[in-house]
């Protein structure tokens, strides 16, 4: 609960730094601001205040999991007090949804008109997926490893300085290297997004959505309103932002033969350049838009359905079928490990695909054992089991979770829709709530379930799952 | 070749039985069936007796794995001639889609109107299905399982008699006790049917469609057009028919307790009980249909899809989207593991459910060894691993497919439901292919690439793609 209270105290620092737009602007979301960052950091005052006796260090494997579970939810029930007291129409269920959705960097809104919006709270919005992003980063590559979730070890064995038995130094250390790097991120595309037009506010907004695969845009049309060449700038940071961060290091200094050496990575390129040149193709063929803006909305829609951030560049649904549909399969490749992106991840696939493979020699071969290999190294049995296990309850979740909507009379492709956008963090899904539309109509309960599943899908499943465990819970 | 030189015979044997049909009721199908059965004997006999030579004794592996998928392709062009021969306005494409359709126990059809077909024809395409259903249950319960393939050796481990490193008194001891329940239920539904007011011929059509778990018809309403009678004597051997076979054994002797020890049995019994329920508050709820009919048509199309026979005895996609949703999700059940059913399989399922929530267990206790147990005895971890294996596979191909049949601008309900009901062996899907539909107005190459995919899913996968890998081919 200590360490409940010193979070509670950054979201309201955070608050506070929202409301310098909101003067600046003079908007009706500065009183709400306001009033948001006092409950927050008295909430947060009074956690630490009374929990202070309790050390930090003895954070057992079970706290850790219960805190990382309680804090998302924690913050968008604080993160949401700003919509709440400033939006007239907003019920409490659509504000928590919004800022889940911040929260987890998904970007599904149900707002259909956020170019009304007090810009001081728009700000506020994307600052959600930002912080959100901040903590997926750290949580991704410093504390489930350590916990040892679905195979996430594997993925930062090349973390340099990692020590594998001092949790403390290890976290604070990689936590500082990387934070560098997702500010350094942000700034960079803030830079290059003024330079092409765009004021400082729609600057910050559009690059806190982008480095942390967010979505959430500051006007009607998301990025449709846009330039071609602010449109090329967030490809290449939502591309950026789609790989691990440990990689970002490398290019920092120069290694590219490393970066090349990562066989996540090259499959990442890979799954982009494909999808990118076969969606090209057929926007030619379709021959309503010429070849460069055939080009840009492929490469776009590629990467931002891919990195889970659903920026929408075209309505995508107006494709012919099986062009949407392979974004709608890139929806559940995801972004790489390690990065702000969500979804079952582009390593997963990679290891599944050669382990498919593998499985054909071993049948031939049957005595003889055969790993999978992963940038030159034999992966363990146990953590393909691992992988294999997210892999089929991820499936599992999507297959109930469209049941469970198409049981509120909404028909099947917009059910997988919302539910495939959700747990993989994108947005936009498909149907009802695909590229152009929003979650606004939806009942309350399935507004419910779907921040769930948001939460599920943003923390690997097991470290949510767990806590519904009866031997988790025993001593 | 000296084996499919023999299996030719055994099909142009099949093929003469179907001729006092067509003598009896003096229909065109009668040149055909005789021609067909003079090249089909011709063939098999040419086969024999340049190889005769060749020892039957030492068929390795490789030449089994050759032969099983060779012999239902072999088959299939072979049977698709009374077809050709007989209707005027059919496709050779059109004639190998069926038949193999048919020998796949897969009972999709590209004919609109059957019941204009000539009676001895309909019982040829009967038969395919009665022919499949007799070699995949060799093929499952005592082929597949010395070939290790997807984990099939845990599921006839209770086969009695069975002796592990004897290969041709195995196969042929347990061929025998199969085939005598397979030709007793046969019988005995053909008996029933009868006494429901049905000819012979239907009869006898229907039952072998049921044994087989196969689904074609001879009416061109299907089981709608017969009455509430005939549809529950139809459920009754459904069921039985997507039950392991090796369980028959027990019924006969009476061992009731030893069937209900059984988990993979009590699980399918427990899919089918909930759906059922499920499904029967729904159409009562709906309004339309009284207790009863909502009853009959829940538990035959429940029966009807998991067993993956796709006899339709109402048109399921006009019900509600939850409810044809769920039987769109029990497609990917599919039958018992040695049953004449089709699909990922009832065990398959029951293990990864177990294996997912055991995963949550070891995230608790990392150090523990935690074994999936199925009837009271751990699942070595291989097992599993083939089997999420095949789960992975199945999965990919079915994305793959219904990617492949939007690029034929089919829509995405129908490309889904064609690819699940093929390589799941089903027959009717959903969309353009559902209940009440044919195949008959898809693209010629998409009805071979699902003619592919029913080969795929009735061999179990591996069987097949082995076939494609590289180092199966090397010494």
């Not at 440990?246 to 494909?274: A, Q």
Request: with cysteine; hydrophobic share 50%.
């Amino acid at each position: 609960m200590n360490v409940t209270g010193l979070l509670l105290l950054i979201e309201a620092a955070a608050i506070v730094s929202c409301i310098p737009f909101s003067i600046f602007y003079s908007d009706e979301a500065l009183v709400p601001l306001i009033i948001t960052a006092l409950v927050t950091s008295s909430a947060g005052f009074l956690l630490w205040f009374f929990n202070r006796g309790s050390a930090r260090d003895t954070l057992g494997k079970r706290e850790g999991y219960v805190i990382v579970s309680a804090s998302w939810v924690i913050f968008s029930f604080f993160g949401a007090l700003p919509f709440y007291l400033s939006l007239e129409s907003i019920s409490f269920t659509d504000a928590f949804f919004e800022t889940m959705s911040g929260f987890t960097t998904t970007g599904a809104t149900i707002l259909g008109d956020v170019a009304s919006l007090p810009l001081g709270l728009l700000y506020w919005r994307a600052f959600t997926h930002w912080l959100g992003g901040m903590g997926i980063i750290v949580l991704s590559l410093a504390i489930l490893p350590l916990l040892g979730i679905g195979g996430m070890q594997l993925f930062v064995a090349e973390v340099p300085g990692v020590t594998k038995d001092k949790l403390h130094p290890r976290i604070k250390e990689t936590a500082k290297r990387l934070w560098g790097l997702y500010i350094l991120l942000t700034v960079v595309q803030t830079a290059f997004l003024m330079a092409g037009g765009m004021n400082l506010h729609e600057s910050l907004c559009h690059a806190y959505a982008t480095t942390a695969t967010g979505g959430f845009s500051t006007r009607n049309g998301g990025m449709m309103e846009f330039s071609p060449y602010i449109q090329y700038v967030t490809v290449v940071f939502m591309f950026l932002a789609g790989a691990n961060f440990t990689l970002h290091y490398y290019l920092l200094k120069g290694k590219l033969k490393t970066i090349w050496s990562n066989d996540e990575f090259r499959f990442y390129l890979f799954l982009v350049l494909t999808a990118t040149t076969f969606i090209t193709i057929g926007l030619i063929n379709k021959g309503e838009l010429g070849i460069e803006p055939s080009f840009r909305h492929a490469v776009f829609q590629v990467v931002s359905i891919m990195t889970t951030t659903g920026f929408v560049s075209d309505d995508y649904l107006l494709w012919p079928g099986s062009l949407w549909f392979i974004l709608f399969m890139l929806m559940f490749v995801g972004g790489s490990a390690g990065s702000t992106g969500g979804g079952i991840k582009v390593v997963r696939h990679l290891l599944l695909l050669r382990n498919s493979r593998l499985e054909l020699r071993r049948l031939v071969h049957p005595m003889a054992v055969i790993p999978v290999r992963l940038n030159r190294k034999a992966v363990s049995e146990t953590v393909i089991y691992k992988v294999t296990a997210f892999f089929l309850i991820y499936a599992f979740t999507v297959v109930t979770g469209t049941f469970i909507l198409t049981l509120f009379g909404i028909d099947f492709q917009t059910s997988i829709g919302a539910v495939a956008a959700s747990i993989g963090n994108i947005g936009p899904g498909i149907g009802m709530v695909g590229s152009i539309y929003n979650y606004g109509f939806l009942p309350d309960v399935v507004k419910w379930i779907l921040s769930f599943l948001m939460l599920l899908g943003r923390l690997e499943l097991f470290t949510v799952l767990i806590l519904f465990s009866p031997s988790f819970w025993k001593n």
